[in-house]
C-alpha cells in the first residue's frame, strides 16, 4: 500500500492524493492530515538551523502500527507526503528520497505549464503516469 | 535564458486566454502580435545571417527553416514541398521548444493554436522581402497530431525590382 499527496500551503488542502490500492481513501487522507502537523513542527524546529540541503526531506514523520508516513517539504512550502505499509520493510530511505525527488520534478514540471494556476488541482496526465509507475515499482 | 523566454511566452498565451473567450480571437491576436515581430525581425535575420536574396520559393522555404528557425528557436524544421505549382512548402517540427512545458490544451480551449505567433512572425518577415504569403498551422502536436506543421503558401509572385524602378 502506497499513498502520496501534495499539499500547498497556505490552507494545506490536497492537490493531489493518490493511492495504491484505492480503497480506504478516506483513512488516508486522516492519516495526512494528522501528519500535516508533524510536518509543521518540523520545519519550526529546523528553521533557526542552517540547512545545506535546499529541499528538505523529512524521514519518517511518525510510525503507526501500520503505516510508516515520511515527509518532504520545498522552499516554497509545498509538503509532499507518502503513507508506506509498515509490513513493507524491503523500502529503504534512499529510495524515499528518490521517490519524493521524482514527485518534486514532476511538480516543477507542472507549475511550469502556463495553464496550471498555483492553489489548483492536478490533473496531469504525465503526472499520473509517473506517480502511478513509481508506486508500482513499490508494490 | 531559454526558459525564462518559454515561461513568457506560456505567460502570454495565458493571459490572452484570460482576456479573450474564443479561441479564434486568441489566435488572431497572437498572429496580429506575431507581425508586428516579423516585420522587425527581418532586418536583424538579414544582418545577422548576410543570406543572398533567395531565387526560388523553395530556396525561401530552406531559408527560413534552415537558418531562421535555427538562429532563433534552435530547432531545424524539414521543409516539403506540398504542390505541384511550388508555391506551397510545410515546415515539419518535431521538436518545438515554445511547448516544453505545456502537456495539453485545456479542454474550453481545444481549437487554440498555441504558437500562432510563429505564423504571423513568417507571414510579417515574408512580406517585408515583398513576397506574400499565408501561413497557418496545418498540424499541432497539442492537439494530438503526431507533429506540429507548418504550412505557407505563397500568394503572388515576388515582385521584379526592376518592374518597381518605373
Redesign the interface.
Known sequence: VLVSVICSPPQNYPLYIRSVPTENELKFHYTVHTSLDVVDEKISAMGKALVDQRELYLGLLYPTEDYKVYGYVTNSKVKFVMVVDSSNTALRDNEIRSMFRKLHNSYT?IM????YNPGDCIH???FDNMVNSMMMQVC | SRELFVLTYGALVAQLCKDYEKDEDVNTCLDRMGYGIGVRLIDDFLARSAAKKCRSYSETADMIAQVAFKMYLGVTPRVSCSSAAGNEFSLILDKNPLVDFVEELPAERASLCYCNLLCGVIRGALEMVHLAAEVTFLQDRLKGDAVTEIGITFLRKAEDRKHKRN
Open positions: 514540471d511550469c505549464n502556463p495553464f496531469s496526465r504525465a
